[in-house]
């Protein structure tokens, strides 16, 4: 269906959510026709964050809110559904429009394989009434679904329309971009070049999928690099895990913006406990590029402040590549927690491939070489 006539029969104005490929045709309708706007329309850091907002939103006007999300952010979601929306707490109505990866039946990235199973057991598990929308669902079915709904958003519930691949449209495109010039892949290369055989821990999305033809390309092992295919925003954690165990080991955390900002806490507790021997590279395009391109609110962060802040020790910044080769050397000879944000363009290539190796294959081969 026409995600403009999904809208129509929800009947919000307020929207706030974390970006899906699988729901691109909602996101880019909300770009085109609010933007960014306080008003109407806010991309949040987290889907807790979303509901939370979304919460605010209601208490403030007494409207209900929409939170869009990809199925994988249904476990931020799980503690402000149970301990703030419930009816047996505060009773705030909320609509989820949650894009459904990993679908039985429907090829997808392992990531996405036992989410998809549980996605619609999760919402039954939370009593959030679901409603699956697909190719062949009509407007009338939604509207008698939302007709449904209403009963239960005005006793104070929550529902959710989980969409299936292709299940919603929208005509209009968007372009995505900034005045940065460096190419991610470019940068990941910069760093695979100077990181040489020690250990990489690489965030979801794009990133990870560029190490692993870099290392095709240069005809170079899998050992050395750690490709977190799910889990957005929780690599550097895991780099902090392996780090504080690996002491005699540099260890490299390639980062993305949105993925910091997803769970921005993580640098706290890293700065906290500053392992000598970590470095942490956050390549900042302002973008969800992965899974669109929408904004993230980085673009508009001192980083190299929150860094300082949070006790990192070498805080860099890098907007071309003779400042990124230079801050990568000096992480390289310095024995101390570093920092570098990298200044990214949006985009990525066309025939970008996927992992050849299994999850579980990279996670064995990883520890075999860590110990």
Same mark, same amino acid.
């Given at each position: 269906?026409?995600v =403009?006539?999904?809208l =129509?029969?929800?009947?919000s104005d307020?929207y706030?959510?974390v970006p899906d490929?699988?729901?691109k045709?909602?996101?880019?309708y909300l770009?085109n026709?609010y933007?960014? +706007?306080p008003k109407h329309?806010?991309?949040?850091? #987290?889907?807790? /964050? ?6 605010g939103?209601?208490?403030?006007t ?8 990809q199925?994988s952010?249904?476990g931020?979601?799980i503690n402000?559904v149970a301990?703030?929306l ?10 989820f ?10 090829? +997808?990235?392992?990531?996405h394989?036992y989410?998809?199973e549980?996605t619609?057991?999760l919402l &039954?598990d @939370?009593n959030?009434?679901s409603?699956?929308?697909? #190719?062949?669902?009509?407007d009338?079915?939604v509207?008698?679904?939302m007709?449904?709904f209403r009963?239960?958003?005005e006793q104070g519930?929550q ?9 919603i *449209?929208y &005509? =209009?495109k968007?372009?995505?971009? #900034?005045? /940065? ?5 470019e940068i990941?290369r910069?760093? $695979?070049a100077?990181s040489?055989? &020690?250990?990489i ?8 999928? =560029?190490?692993f ?6 005809k170079?092992?899998?050992?050395y ?5 799910g889990?957005?925003g929780?690599s550097?954690?895991i $780099?902090l895990g392996?780090a504080l ?5 540099k260890?490299?955390?390639?980062d993305? &913006?949105?993925?910091v900002l997803?769970h921005m806490?993580? @640098?706290?507790v ?9 470095v ?7 973008a969800?590029e992965?899974?669109g ?6 673009s508009n962060?001192d980083?190299? *402040?929150?860094a300082?802040a949070?006790g ?7 907007? /071309?590549?003779?400042?990124? +080769?230079d801050?990568?050397?000096?992480a390289?000879?310095?024995?101390e927690l570093?920092f ?8 990525a ?7 050849t190796?299994?999850?579980?294959e990279n996670?064995e081969?990883f @520890?075999k070489?860590?110990?």
């Amino acid at each position: 269906m026409k995600v =403009e006539k999904l809208l =129509e029969i929800i009947g919000s104005d307020f929207y706030t959510g974390v970006p899906d490929s699988q729901l691109k045709a909602l996101c880019n309708y909300l770009m085109n026709t609010y933007g960014i +706007d306080p008003k109407h329309h806010i991309i949040a850091a #987290n889907e807790g /964050n979303c509901t939370a907002l979304a919460a605010g939103y209601h208490l403030a006007t007494g409207k209900i809110p929409v939170v869009y999300m990809q199925n994988s952010g249904e476990g931020n979601i799980i503690n402000p559904v149970a301990s703030l929306l419930n009816e047996k707490v505060y009773a705030i109505p909320m609509v989820f429009v949650i894009g459904w990866r990993g679908e039985p039946g429907v090829h +997808d990235e392992p990531q996405h394989i036992y989410q998809g199973e549980v996605t619609v057991k999760l919402l &039954d598990d @939370m009593n959030i009434k679901s409603f699956i929308i697909s #190719n062949d669902t009509t407007d009338n079915d939604v509207e008698n679904a939302m007709k449904e709904f209403r009963l239960l958003l005005e006793q104070g519930k929550q529902v959710a329309f989980v969409i299936r691949k292709g299940a919603i *449209s929208y &005509d =209009e495109k968007v372009e995505y971009k #900034n005045e /940065n010039k460096m190419i991610r892949e470019e940068i990941i290369r910069h760093i $695979a070049a100077v990181s040489a055989d &020690d250990p990489i821990i690489s965030t979801t999305g794009k990133a990870s999928r =560029e190490l692993f033809e870099i290392r095709e390309a240069n005809k170079q092992s899998h050992k050395y690099d750690f490709l977190t295919v799910g889990s957005m925003g929780h690599s550097s954690s895991i $780099a902090l895990g392996v780090a504080l165990n690996q002491p005699k080991k540099k260890i490299w955390c390639i980062d993305g &913006d949105g993925a910091v900002l997803m769970h921005m806490g993580a @640098m706290a507790v890293i700065g906290s406990n500053a392992p000598q021997n970590l470095v942490h590279v956050v390549i900042n395009n302002g973008a969800h590029e992965t899974v669109g391109g929408m904004p993230t609110v980085a673009s508009n962060i001192d980083w190299k *402040s929150v860094a300082k802040a949070c006790g990192y020790k070498q805080v860099l910044c890098a907007e /071309n590549y003779d400042e990124l +080769d230079d801050a990568l050397k000096k992480a390289n000879n310095t024995d101390e927690l570093s920092f570098i944000e990298v200044k990214c363009s949006i985009g990525a290539r066309r025939d970008l491939g996927r992992p050849t190796t299994s999850a579980r294959e990279n996670k064995e081969l990883f @520890m075999k070489y860590l110990w």
